[in-house]
């Protein structure tokens, strides 16, 4: 390989770290947020169980 394709080389390597970097920052920051678990009628959920073990 002569000076310019290793020229060339070195500098898209050296393009790319930097939107790797942001992709992973990306990724770090988005899991911080913790997504809420739905909420579950426990009253309602209670009231089909024990209708179904009643009815069997």
Do not use: C, W
């Given at each position: 390989?002569?000076?310019?394709?290793?020229?060339?080389?070195?500098?898209?390597?050296?393009?790319?770290?930097?939107?790797?970097?942001?992709?992973?920052?990306?990724?770090?920051?988005s899991?911080?947020?913790?997504?809420?678990?739905?909420?579950?009628?426990?009253?309602?959920?209670?009231?089909?169980?024990?209708?179904?073990?009643?009815?069997?």
């Open positions: 390989m002569d000076n310019q394709k290793i020229r060339v080389a070195v500098l898209a390597t050296v393009a790319s770290v930097p939107t790797v970097g942001a992709i992973i920052l990306e990724d770090i920051r899991r911080r947020f913790i997504i809420k678990q739905p909420r579950v009628n426990r009253d309602y959920e209670r009231e089909g169980f024990i209708s179904d073990i009643l009815h069997r």
